[in-house]
């Protein structure tokens, strides 16, 4: 089982709707937990990061954590073409001092 | 302000050959990372340094090595490149502690022949 898992996609979206990227991770005792957006053949951008079990919200960016089932979502409200990317989900387990990645979502927004 | 600096951009070896990645960062940040990204395989951490002085494996450490020369500085080295580290290469630093988010350089393009 992968320490971070994430659907590779692609996941298209239409112009305005909203798209949900999801990860699951295995470590229960992981304690931080990332966003980036990847555009091709660029480095990782961080979108956002969460801690807590909930909700974070950030313009059109929304976080969520439910660390009971060991998953973490982003949801991306009005989505655009500009948005079409590959995002990746990280997670820091439990003792470790840097963190894991997963494999990334690729997202295609139509317009 | 420049962030994170990875020189070369791109760089094509042949089998056997040696060569150091360099990165450079201004945040004055502790930890420094360096990674691999393969297609389909997401980000593998080769090595880290969490603070001036110390280096840690990452996952995926056999075939490099690294130097931390100071607080800015973390060097990545091929001692002989071997076909299978073609890969894009990333520097990322951060604030000391795995919990704080990484900031990455542009990338190393290393194609080994």
């Known amino acids: 089982q992968k320490e971070v898992e994430q659907n590779s996609g692609p996941l298209s979206v239409p112009e305005g709707a909203i798209a949900s990227l999801n990860c699951t991770y295995s470590?229960?005792?992981?304690?931080?937990f990332f966003w980036y957006r990847q555009y091709s053949g660029k480095s990782p951008e961080l979108i956002m990061f969460?801690?807590?079990?909930g909700d974070k919200e950030d313009g059109r960016f929304t976080a969520q954590l439910n660390k009971a089932s060991q998953y973490v979502s982003l949801l991306i409200r009005d989505s655009q073409p500009s948005d079409s990317a590959t995002y990746l989900c990280?997670?820091?387990?439990?003792?470790?001092?840097?963190?894991?990645f997963g494999s990334g979502t690729r997202l295609q927004v139509q317009p | 302000n420049a962030g994170v600096t990875q020189t070369p951009k791109f760089q094509v070896l042949k089998t056997g050959q040696s060569m150091t990645l360099q990165c450079a960062q201004d945040?004055?940040?502790?930890?420094m990372y360096w990674y691999r990204q393969d297609p389909g395989m997401g980000l593998r951490l080769i090595y880290y340094?969490?603070?001036?002085?110390?280096?840690d494996k990452g996952e995926v450490p056999n075939g490099y090595n690294v130097s931390r020369l100071n607080k800015r500085e973390f060097s990545l080295r091929l001692e002989s490149a071997a076909p299978s580290q073609t890969s894009v290469y990333f520097c990322?630093?951060?604030?000391?502690?795995?919990?704080?988010?990484?900031?990455f350089g542009d990338g190393t393009r290393l194609s080994i022949l």
């Open positions: 990322a630093s951060s604030e000391a502690g795995a919990n704080q988010p990484q900031h």
């Open positions: 470590d229960r005792g992981s304690q931080s």
């Open positions: 969460i801690y807590s079990n």
């Open positions: 990280a997670v820091t387990p439990t003792g470790r001092r840097a963190l894991t």
């Open positions: 945040m004055n940040h502790n930890s």
């Open positions: 340094s969490a603070s001036e002085g110390t280096t």
